[in-house]
């Protein structure tokens, strides 16, 4: 038969004959500890063996150590509490190593008093010393016991003991006649209590006839002894010292307010909305290596506030997560992670630590583990919300990566904008959001209305009084972790897209006329062709067959003229037809230059790169302005 589980035996190594264990035992640190440090960290280490094994089988015992931990480090953090605790430990201990002791009797006074026993009762001393030689040599203690004093010193050992024994009765004796009969024989009571001198006074007075018509007769000495009632106490006796209450586990203990001067006008505290409304969007945490502790949020309430930490942005893999576990005992929150949840129990690991304080904000330290650093910069793509008292803010633990707007560049066929963006989020949530057009002209709008893209999307920018002309945008990440915004000019013709460029436009100016005049060179080659054919035509249709074979013969002839008529007077229409073109682009290169040269590299534009899931978002990238150093 399995013996019954004993948690702190198989858990805490705490034997049957130590428990219940008192509280240094049960955080495994020496008896009457003083270094809050040393008390802090056991009660962690402790704390954090016992909620890996909360999970398991015997969670309920887990959770009633944890329980009990936190009693003690709440207990021992506290110097008032902790005194008070080890003065009842301290009795407790001595009367548990102590022999039986008999019932206390009553103390008679004497006039000499003798020596405590040793191992030779030793005989009553007269209250004289008999003058004896004293001895130059002290005799060496024989088998490890100590010399007894000499019969002088213990005479005047005797007469000191006797002496003031005598004056300490005669001050209780004082002191019993003060308080219950308000009688001052030596006239010292009333120095050291001069309150009691107007009621000292009444009662003599009040016991003299002639003086009071209220006057209270003292009893004989043939009456019966009577009790005079005792007077009210002007000091309350001490409180009897009671072991230390059992301190709350899951509510926090707020500080007593500060005591506020009467009639000094106080400051209205601080609306809750407004401190809520004030915090800041993002906060940037410190680097991985800094161990020290730096505020992180200057946040100015009363009491601590509920977090919630939101991990969906993190570049992690899909069954990892970071944890925000709070500490019950400490207005305190371990963030912790767990690299496979479905792990059972699962496997966690502290990597930070966020301490509030109300006249200083929420604080943040990082803590040294074995987690990789790559992981521990992801913990920067996640957001904290702060909630209380129903408001609410949420916060990026990044900062928002300032870069400049992009420039209209239009000499190029694609411009590309890299962003080297540090701890890189998840591809997934990616996404580009395009500001107004309030720096374009000629109608410029987003086409379909949509400004905002992932990657692998499009989005365009349409010029109504420019038909056909627009700017074509995407966003992409490249292989060394870089974003890449690209820009396409384009200009529609008909379904087709042509390059929209200024060098594209010096081209066209100088190629079109060239085009022109070559078409023309043709055009004529192809009227004197069909002029050509026109008149073998005629003389074809005119001559006059002798037989049916010439006749034949004349109709295929004229066929074969109307062929080749057909085909020169089209080619004709097409060259005449693009010459019509190329003359309506070479007219139009005036107004499509002055078009490029509103935008070319004047027109800029602002955009933003966040980061989108179902909870929350973050703001990775803002641009409107100058690059940040």
Not at 530 to 549: D, F, G, H, I, M
Request: with cysteine.
């Amino acid at each position: 038969m399995n013996p019954p589980f004993d948690p702190y035996h198989q858990w805490l190594g705490i034997h049957k004959d130590e428990q219940p264990p008192h509280y240094y035992r049960l955080l495994g640190i020496r008896l009457f500890e003083k270094d809050l440090d040393v008390i802090d960290h056991a009660a962690d280490r402790v704390s954090l063996h016992l909620r890996s094994l909360s999970l398991g089988p015997n969670g309920t015992d887990a959770q009633r150590l944890l329980n009990e931990v936190a009693a003690a480090r709440v207990c021992l953090l506290d110097e008032t509490q902790r005194q008070r605790y080890e003065q009842f430990l301290a009795r407790s201990l001595s009367a548990s190593a102590a022999p039986p002791v008999a019932p206390p009797v009553a103390v008679v006074p004497q006039a000499r008093i003798s020596p405590p026993p040793t191992q030779q009762t030793p005989q009553p001393m007269p209250l004289r010393p008999i003058p004896t030689a004293p001895s130059r040599t002290t005799p060496a203690p024989r088998n490890g016991t100590l010399s007894r004093p000499s019969p002088r010193a213990r005479g005047w050992y005797e007469i000191a003991k006797v002496v003031g024994g005598g004056r300490f009765g005669i001050f209780v004796a004082q002191t019993i006649l003060f308080y219950v009969a308000n009688v001052d024989v030596f006239g010292v009571m009333r120095l050291l209590h001069p309150q009691r001198k107007e009621i000292a006074a009444e009662k003599r007075n009040a016991s003299t006839p002639e003086q009071s018509s209220k006057a209270v007769s003292l009893p004989s000495a043939s009456q019966s002894p009577m009790v005079e009632p005792r007077m009210p106490r002007l000091y309350p006796p001490p409180p009897a010292p009671s072991p230390p209450p059992a301190p709350p586990i899951n509510e926090s203990r707020p500080k007593a307010p500060d005591a506020v001067p009467i009639g000094i006008p106080q400051p209205p505290k601080p609306d809750l909305a407004q401190i809520m409304e004030q915090l800041p969007a993002s906060v940037d945490l410190p680097f991985v290596l800094d161990s020290g502790k730096g505020k992180l949020i200057d946040l100015r309430v009363d009491e601590r506030p509920e977090l919630t930490l939101h991990d969906s942005h993190c570049s992690i893999p899909d069954e990892a997560a970071f944890v925000l576990e709070t500490v019950e005992t400490r207005p305190e929150w371990s963030i912790q992670f767990c690299p496979k949840l479905e792990a059972s129990p699962p496997q966690v690991e502290e990597i930070a630590r966020l301490h509030f304080e109300s006249n200083e904000g929420l604080m943040f330290s990082w803590r040294s583990s074995s987690v990789d650093a790559i992981v521990k910069q992801q913990l920067r793509n996640c957001s904290l919300t702060i909630e209380r008292n129903g408001k609410h803010k949420q916060i990026a633990l990044r900062t928002p990566l300032k870069v400049a707007a992009i420039t209209i560049d239009l000499s190029k066929p694609i411009d590309v904008t890299t962003i080297d963006l540090p701890n890189f989020p998840s591809d997934k949530t990616i996404a580009i959001n395009f500001a107004d057009l309030g720096k374009f002209s000629r109608g410029a709008m987003w086409k379909n209305s949509v400004s905002s893209i992932t990657q692998g999307k499009r989005a365009s920018i349409e010029f109504g009084q420019f038909e056909g002309a627009k700017l074509e945008f995407s966003l992409a990440k490249l292989s060394k972790g870089e974003l890449a915004i690209s820009m396409k000019p384009v200009f529609m013709e008909g379904l087709q897209p042509v390059e929209m460029t200024v060098t594209q436009l010096s081209k066209m100016e100088n190629a079109i006329p060239k085009t022109i005049a070559e078409n023309q060179v043709k055009l004529q080659e192809l009227a004197t062709q069909y002029s050509s054919l026109s008149s073998e035509l005629s003389r074809v249709q005119n001559s006059s067959p002798s037989s049916l074979a010439d006749v034949n013969a004349k109709n295929i002839a004229i066929s074969s003229l109307l062929d080749k008529g057909k085909r020169v007077s089209s080619r004709i229409a097409q060259l005449n037809q693009r010459n019509n073109v190329l003359n309506a682009k070479l007219q139009s290169i005036p107004q499509v230059k002055a078009f490029l040269g509103e935008i070319h590299l004047k027109a800029s534009l602002n955009f933003s790169i966040v980061s989108v899931t179902d909870e929350s978002s973050i703001l990775l990238v803002t641009a409107g302005g100058t690059k940040a150093d």
